[in-house]
Each structure stands twice: as structure tokens, then as C-alpha cells.
């Protein structure tokens, strides 16, 4: 689904991104793991348009995608989740999720004038379509709760959801599971695996917690210094001697990796 050829972010005489090449299958979750300073965030800011790269190229589908604005990508199916959440905090939680679709009729000034019934109707079946995704992800109860108020983990939730709000195909989630309690960074885990099962969704996950990558993903893909350094089964990346040394600068094997 996503094909990354050489690859380069420079910023000034920094190199984040150093010729990075991967492939992103359809269907899979695949983590993307690496030590601080990887350049796996602004990999993540490349492929979603938020950066433009140096040079290189992003391809989804076989189609080059190289340099498109989010706005763009997203009416691709393509989005992206971050390590903070971005939540609309004076908000409910139902509003944060019925905002996300584009080009809803009650965004065009003629239409609160001539086109009232349309909003209704359209207002009606977004409200029931929030409703759904809350309850699938176990957060219904927080409907009408700010969104600002809530934890950090239903904050991931909520991050979550808005890429169900859409025809989401391929979702990259940049530590979703940062600061979250055990509890609920199972409820996330179980709802990601739910959706790319039930609902077909690809999912690329960048995450430190290495049990969180061990129960949600295969294959995985490890990065140091912008470059990638390996890709497998987490069994195989663990065993990886590059892939050890980018983590303790040393080519002893580290079992709790």
C-alpha cells in the first residue's frame, strides 16, 4: 500500500531523515520502533504531508504521492494520529468526532439559508455515527464531556475514533500509548486489532513499549540515525546485532529489548 523510495528530511546541515526505503503491506500493523532521535516522527510528517522532503519519494497505491497536503491525503483514506493529542478541548466528545468529515453541507453559508433540512439530516446521521464509534470504543459515557477534560488515554481514544469517522484505509499512530495507564492501553490495542480485522484497516505504529509492538504488530521495522535498519518479526529484530547496538551502542545482545 505504501512504498518509500530513499527517502531524505534535512533540516540545515541535520539529517532526520537519511534515505530511508520501506514497504508498508495492506492489511498488516506493522511498528515502527527505533531509539529516540530515529526519525520516525518525521518520517510519519513526510508520509502525511506535513513535511516536504528533501527528496525522495512516498508512493500509496503506485500512486506518487510525494509532497501532498494532509487535506489531500486525507480524502485518500491517508491520516495520522500524534504523540499529544489534538482534541477541540471546549468540545464534547461526540462534537470532536461529527466535526471530522469534509464538506458537510453547514459549511457553506448559502446552505444555513436555503439548505437548513439538508444540515439536519446530515447533522443526524453524523450524531449517530459518533455514537457508534464511542461505543466501539468503549468511551460512549464521555459523549457530552469535554474533551479537554477527559484522561490522556481517552484522549488516544478520541484521536482514534476521528479516523473512524471517515474512510480511514491506512493509519499511522505516533505513540499511541504514550503515558497511558495499562487499562485502557489494552482498550486501544484490542480496537486497533478490531479494526484492521473487522473493518480492513492498515495500521503503521511507531511505540517504545515493546509489549504493546509484540501483541499488535507484524512485521516490524526498526530505524536509527534516519536509515532503516531491519524489518521482521520482532523475534528477528530482537536478534538483529545492528538493531542492538543502535540501542545500547554495543554489539552485546540485550534480552529485554
Given at each position: 500500500m505504501i512504498k518509500i523510495e530513499n527517502l531524505h528530511k534535512h533540516f540545515g546541515g541535520f539529517q532526520a531523515v537519511d534515505g530511508a526505503s520501506l514497504e508498508i503491506e495492506s492489511g498488516t500493523i506493522t511498528g515502527l520502533i527505533g531509539p529516540n532521535g530515529a526519525g520516525k516522527t518525521t518520517l510519519f510528517n513526510v508520509i502525511a504531508g506535513v513535511l516536504e522532503p528533501t527528496y525522495g519519494s512516498v508512493y500509496?497505491?503506485?500512486?506518487?504521492?510525494?509532497?501532498?497536503?494532509?487535506?489531500?491525503?486525507?480524502?485518500?483514506?491517508?491520516?495520522?494520529?500524534?504523540?499529544?493529542?489534538?482534541?477541540?478541548?471546549?468540545?464534547?466528545?461526540?462534537?470532536?468526532?461529527?466535526?471530522?468529515?469534509?464538506?458537510q453541507s453547514g459549511e457553506k453559508i448559502w446552505n444555513t439559508w436555503f439548505g437548513r433540512k439538508r444540515i439536519a439530516d446530515e447533522e443526524r446521521a453524523l450524531r449517530a455515527k459518533a455514537d457508534e464509534v464511542l461505543e466501539f470504543l468503549t468511551i460512549d459515557h464521555l459523549a457530552d464531556h469535554k474533551a479537554g477534560q477527559v484522561s490522556g488515554g481517552q484522549k488516544k481514544l478520541l484521536e482514534l475514533g476521528r479516523t473512524m469517522m471517515v474512510d480511514a484505509r491506512i493509519v499511522f499512530l505516533d505513540e499511541v500509548g504514550a503515558g497511558v495507564n495499562r487499562t485502557l492501553l489494552n482498550t486501544i490495542s484490542d480496537a486497533i486489532i478490531r479494526l484492521n480485522k473487522e473493518r480492513n484497516y492498515t495500521f503503521v505504529v511507531i511505540e517504545h513499549d515493546m509489549d504493546f509492538i509484540e501483541k499488535l504488530c507484524d512485521p516490524v521495522i526498526c530505524m536509527a540515525e534516519g536509515k532503516v535498519l531491519a524489518q521482521g518479526s520482532l523475534q528477528e529484530i530482537k536478534a538483529n546485532e545492528n538493531v542492538i547496538e543502535a540501542y545500547l551502542g554495543t554489539g552485546l545482545k540485550y534480552k529485554a529489548l
Open positions: 500509496l497505491d503506485n500512486e506518487d504521492i510525494t509532497g501532498l497536503p494532509p487535506h489531500q491525503l486525507f480524502q485518500r483514506g491517508l491520516l495520522r494520529t500524534f504523540q499529544i493529542a489534538h482534541e477541540f478541548h471546549s468540545m464534547t466528545c461526540r462534537e470532536n468526532l461529527m466535526m471530522v468529515p469534509s464538506d
